[in-house]
């Protein structure tokens, strides 16, 4: 693959766009920047949701408007793309126009616009099952669901596009967790404060979570670091599980859930429905059965997950998931940010 250095990066510090800077990680991402001297341009559609920091050009636009991307693009030397229909948020339609499609037009932009490197937020939901119990960067992709499919097309267009000028840096993160996120983290809290709680089996599954810091870090360094090239890195903490999570939230709290084993054919059957009359019950995907077998779901607070090596991400980026499981949750809980409006579907779709 390519390999470039971001020349302009550390002098008077560079210019940066983020797409999907509306997001639960973009904003997270934009704070970041900003703090790292960055000059920023967030893109995105709902321009009176983003509290803009100062430093930060809000422009506004949609991911598959190439005249606003060209402009976006403009004197911009690093592009963190994070813009996507995730899980749960969009039809499948929408999924493919947005990851997919999006993807190409923005990687034409950068093209045409001499952007250095181009950080883009895939997923580990881009890797094919069946799904070994650990996870290399070399394994194969081409995604599950049509997020994942989506995801393992982009990440196709970026290797397809590479040249000697634009270096891109492929992240694949696992489940992430922190304030401000009032999907799979909302879901979370509300679970872990409940009376009970429904688990499969008696010893459930380890399964991979990373606190928003640690890959907001990762993703920085991924745009500045002079080290390297092109790359491709999973992002994950250690795999952790229901258990470990209710014990942290209990340290915190006082509350601790009653956990209620079921049979894991249970839950797999029970999720399965679920994903079945959800699709059925219209947001544009088309109905059809999903596995919840062991080696097809890629991280999952009831079934758990396969264990993704950070090896490489290790060597590459000096990424560490410092965050341990109870100051990570404690932080949310301090934040006050997570909100009621929880979607119904993240805890087992992790994206
Ligand atoms: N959160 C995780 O656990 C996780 C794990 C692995 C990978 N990722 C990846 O990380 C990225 C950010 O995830 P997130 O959790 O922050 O998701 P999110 O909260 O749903 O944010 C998605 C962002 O994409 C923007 N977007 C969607 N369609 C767009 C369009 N047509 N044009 C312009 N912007 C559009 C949204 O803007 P609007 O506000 O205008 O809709 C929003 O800002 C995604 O690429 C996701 O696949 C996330």
């Not at 002098?11 to 766009?17: A, I, K, M, V």
């Not at 639960?24 to 000059?39: A, D």
């Not at 976006?72 to 039809?91: C, E, Q």
């Not at 998931?321 to 301090?334: D, R, Y």
Request: aromatic content about 6%.
């Amino acid at each position: 693959m390519a390999s470039a250095s971001p020349s302009s990066m550390h002098s008077g510090g560079p210019s940066s766009l983020v797409t999907g800077a509306t997001g639960f990680l973009g904003r997270h991402l934009v704070r970041s920047l900003v703090e790292h001297g960055h000059t920023v341009t967030a893109l995105g559609r709902q321009c009176p949701n983003l509290v803009t920091p100062s430093g930060v050009r809000y422009q506004y636009g949609d991911i598959l408007n190439q005249r606003c991307l060209a402009d976006a693009t403009r004197n911009v030397s690093v592009v963190y793309h994070l813009a996507a229909i995730v899980p749960g948020k969009g039809g499948q339609a929408e999924q493919w126009r947005v990851n997919h499609y999006g993807t190409r037009v923005l990687l034409q932009a950068c093209i045409e616009n001499g952007v250095k490197r181009l950080v883009f937020l895939s997923s580990v939901c881009a890797y094919a099952p069946p799904l070994k119990a650990l996870l290399d960067e070399d394994s194969p992709t081409g995604g599950g669901d049509s997020y994942g499919q989506s995801k393992a097309a982009a990440e196709l267009e970026i290797a397809n596009a590479a040249t000697n000028s634009l270096s891109s840096v492929i992240l694949r993160p696992s489940q992430v967790y922190g304030p401000g996120d009032g999907g799979f983290t909302a879901m979370l809290v509300s679970m872990l404060s409940g009376k009970y709680l429904y688990t499969a089996g008696r010893s459930p599954r380890p399964f991979s979570l990373v606190y928003v810091d640690d890959l907001i870090e990762a993703i920085v360094r991924a745009g500045t670091s002079r080290a390297i090239g092109s790359d491709t890195l999973n992002i994950a903490g250690p795999p952790t599980h229901l258990q470990a999570l209710t014990s942290a939230y209990a340290a915190i709290t006082g509350h601790e859930a009653k956990c209620v084993p079921l049979p894991i054919a249970v839950v797999r059957l029970a999720q399965e429905l679920r994903w079945f009359s959800r699709n059925l019950s219209g947001n544009a995907m088309r109905p059809r059965w999903k596995s919840y077998a062991a080696d097809q779901v890629y991280g999952s607070v009831l079934l758990g997950g396969p264990e993704y090596s950070v090896n490489r991400a290790k060597l590459a980026l000096a990424f560490e998931a410092k965050t341990s499981i109870q100051k990570g949750l404690a932080n949310v809980l301090n934040s006050h940010s997570h909100d009621s409006s929880v979607n119904s579907n993240v805890l087992n779709n992790p994206h």
